[in-house]
């Protein structure tokens, strides 16, 4: 059997994280910066790349209503959800806010998640894992793990119980029902006064079967101080690599410059600004790192400005672009391929200064020479080429 109608999420932000609270200077969880966007988000952008959802409602706190309308509406003009989504109050306790997120679907809605925004590792992986279950005719699905410490009952600090562990699961979000079953629940929870911390233990208490699936154990809440631990260590720097090349022909031009040496009597070069073959490979490289384009973009040949400018300004540009981008070089290979001049000589001063140029180390810049055994164009003495390897590390958290 498959679902009749769409799948919805409702992402909860409507709390006022009172556990974490002191320790981030009183900001609501939910709106805490991570990653360069509000926490929420990043669950919402999780449940928009899952083509079987269909729109999303937004629960916030009712006190930030207007303001995060027009924050979530900035966002989705960023980097578009590319689903319809509602905005929301919430009410006192969560189960108040479920509700008023599940009054704001549409009758074409057969089926809700409802997740806390304050999961924001939940993966769509998972998620996909709830929606067949659904698809199945499930009359409810909550991701679970089994828990690993022994739980005991207490009253006061006295142990009353221990349950059999095995029994035992640690259940999470996106909890997933039919949109109906989950209504009539909350309708019955107002009306009987059943006071839950979760979706899942009203349609229990209805006699309803609801099913566990694998949750993840990286699935966690936000919920005390040591959590931001978690939130750090996934905003770890990740690698990224840009690659250049550019080739300069031989002919009446400009006196022969690599990565700001000159090259005394080697042949003339024909190419804009001073006509450095090395420096120009390389700042296309930083402009790989971060998706910039390439030289021409942003210097370009028809531009007299660069009329025999120093190509270390170029490199200078590109890599000031790439640190507004949160990346930082690492590492950076050069490779001049000439048969001539003989550029052995030349080497380590090359190296030194593009090393100045970029702030970098010494032992983080290499530069090599080669030919290509008098074939080709180089080999026939017809031009130089460079390439450029260079290697960042991106800071996560100015992701958007
Ligand atoms: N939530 C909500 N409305 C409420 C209470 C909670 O939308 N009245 C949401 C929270 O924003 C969170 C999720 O439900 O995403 C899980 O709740 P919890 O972790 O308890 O968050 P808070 O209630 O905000 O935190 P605390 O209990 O520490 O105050
Ligand atoms: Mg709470």
Not at 245 to 263: A, K, Q, T
Not at 300 to 313: F, R, V
Not at 346 to 360: D, F, P, T
């Amino acid at each position: 059997m498959s679902a009749a109608g769409d799948f919805w999420a409702v992402i909860l932000a409507a709390g006022s994280g009172t556990r974490l609270a002191a320790s981030v200077g009183g900001v609501k969880k939910q709106f805490l910066n991570w990653k360069g966007l509000p926490l929420f988000w990043h669950s919402a952008s999780t449940f928009s790349r899952i083509p079987r959802i269909k729109g999303l409602v937004f629960v916030f706190p009712p006190s930030e209503l207007d303001e995060m309308k027009e924050r979530v509406a900035a966002l989705d003009e960023e980097e578009s959800l590319g689903l319809p989504f509602k905005i929301v109050s919430g009410g006192a306790r969560r189960q108040d806010s479920v509700f008023n997120g599940l009054r704001e679907l549409p009758s074409s809605c057969s089926h809700v998640l409802v997740h806390d925004s304050a999961r924001p590792f939940a993966s769509a992986g998972m998620i996909n894992s709830l929606l067949d279950e659904l698809d199945k005719g499930a009359a409810g699905v909550v991701p679970a793990v089994k828990v690993t410490d022994t739980i005991k009952q207490v009253e006061g600090d006295v142990i009353t119980s221990t349950p059999d562990r095995s029994s035992l699961r640690a259940v999470q979000t996106p909890q997933g029902f039919p949109l109906h079953l989950l209504y009539k629940a909350h309708e019955l929870a107002d009306s009987e006064d059943w006071s839950v911390t979760d979706d899942a233990s009203m349609l229990e208490m209805m006699g309803e079967k609801v099913m566990v699936c694998p949750g993840e154990q990286s699935n966690i809440k936000i919920t005390n101080p040591d959590d931001l631990r978690k939130l750090e260590e996934e905003s770890m720097p990740v690698p990224c690599t840009g690659w250049g090349y550019d080739v300069h022909r031989y002919g009446e031009g400009r006196p022969m410059v690599l990565g700001g040496i000159p090259i005394p009597g080697g042949p003339q070069v024909v190419a804009h600004s001073d006509g450095d073959v090395l420096h120009h490979a390389l700042a296309d490289a930083i402009l790989g790192l971060f998706g910039g384009g390439d030289i021409g973009l942003h210097f370009p040949d028809t531009d007299a400005s660069l009329e025999n400018m120093s190509s270390g300004i170029i490199v200078k540009e590109a890599l000031a672009k790439a640190e507004s981008k949160g990346i930082e070089i690492v590492h950076v290979d050069l490779t001049i391929i000439a048969q001539v001049p003989k550029l052995a000589p030349y080497r380590e001063q090359i190296r030194k200064n593009v090393a100045s140029v970029l702030g970098q180390p010494l032992d983080r810049v290499n530069v090599k020479a080669t030919t290509e055994e008098k074939l080709g164009f180089t080999g026939e003495k017809k031009g130089i080429k460079a390439v450029a390897t260079v290697t960042g590390l991106r800071r996560t958290d100015m992701d958007g």
